[in-house]
């Protein structure tokens, strides 16, 4: 009789745990990102969203700029300007950004590979 109390009572300890280390991951997971000074900042890809024209872009620096693009964004590859659709996850960029308040603003984004 002891012995089934004590499993169910790991048993209730083991889920409980489960469910608070998803959790726990589902948060972490949440894009947390960084507002840098207007300039010109060279990283990686790391989210494209293609129904917002946004990606996420992880600087050298270890910074996370999220960048929605505007009708005045400019978009080139090989000195020619191409769709939003070439954006992939992965690709190196160097992107120009003016910081209006708590916002970013991307001029422009070179892919560069």
Known sequence: MKTKFNQNIMKSIIKKGLFLS?????????ES???VESGTYQGT????????TEIYVSTDDDKTLELYFTETTSLMRNGSEVDFSELE??????????????????????IME
């Open 89 to 110: 996850k992965g690709q190196k960029v160097e992107v120009e950004v003016e910081k209006n308040g708590k916002r970013l603003d991307p001029i422009s984004v070179k």
């Open 22 to 30: 998803t959790l726990i991951l589902f948060i972490a997971c949440g």
């Open 45 to 52: 890809i790391k989210k494209v969203e293609a129904e917002k």
């Open 33 to 35: 990102t960084d507002v």
